[in-house]
């Protein structure tokens, strides 16, 4: 994996709060979940988005993150709403396809994402044979070696992200949500 010019061979990871101005990152799935849910990493991840908003970070995601954001958002609604035990959720939702045209939410949630100014890369069949091999290679799974891939082609190396998964890959400095501690957001 070739990584833009003068990154480590080694993965890193910083505190998200810590990113420069007018740095460039990829925005994993995760980073608009925490934003839309509440968690401890709630506060970190939209003062982050808050920042790509205000164009002080540029941010770029992909459709199939958005995918994913919008499915496990669609699912984290259903239980909430449904009472549904999250291990049968999609299950119980394919059984009950009526069910899911009450979700709301969710899309409110995912339409919102076009207003941080992020931009929105489409992946291209181009993008699969780089992230099968991200698979082979690295043991990830599909949307992650996917979300590499488009990285990969895009020249980031920088990944708003707290999938500690990713860290095994050489060369991504990872910038991880921190939680927040009596109010204010731990940036150590």
């Not at 506060?43 to 499915?71: D, I, K, P």
């Not at 449904?82 to 291990?87: D, K, N, Q, V």
Request: glycine share 6%.
């Amino acid at each position: 994996m070739r990584w833009p010019k003068g990154r480590s061979t080694l993965s890193s990871a910083h505190d998200l709060a810590s990113v420069p101005p007018g740095w460039h990152l990829f925005i994993d799935a995760n980073i608009f979940i925490y934003h839309f849910t509440q968690s401890p990493l709630t506060a970190a991840c939209t003062a982050f988005l808050q920042r790509v908003e205000a164009g002080e970070l540029r941010g770029s995601t992909s459709v199939v993150t958005l995918t994913e954001v919008a499915h496990r958002l669609m699912l984290l609604e259903a239980i909430r709403t449904f009472g549904l035990a999250p291990r049968t959720a999609v299950k119980h939702l394919k059984e009950h396809p009526s069910l899911v045209t009450q979700l709301t939410q969710y899309q409110r949630a995912t339409a919102a994402i076009a207003a941080f100014n992020v931009t929105v890369v489409p992946v291209t069949p181009g993008h699969l044979p780089i992230a099968q091999q991200h698979c082979a290679q690295y043991g990830l799974l599909t949307n992650d070696a996917l979300m590499i891939a488009v990285m990969h082609v895009l020249g980031l190396a920088d990944l708003a992200s707290n999938d500690p998964d990713l860290l095994r890959l050489p060369g991504l400095t990872i910038w991880q949500p921190q939680p927040e501690r009596d109010g204010i957001t731990n940036k150590s």
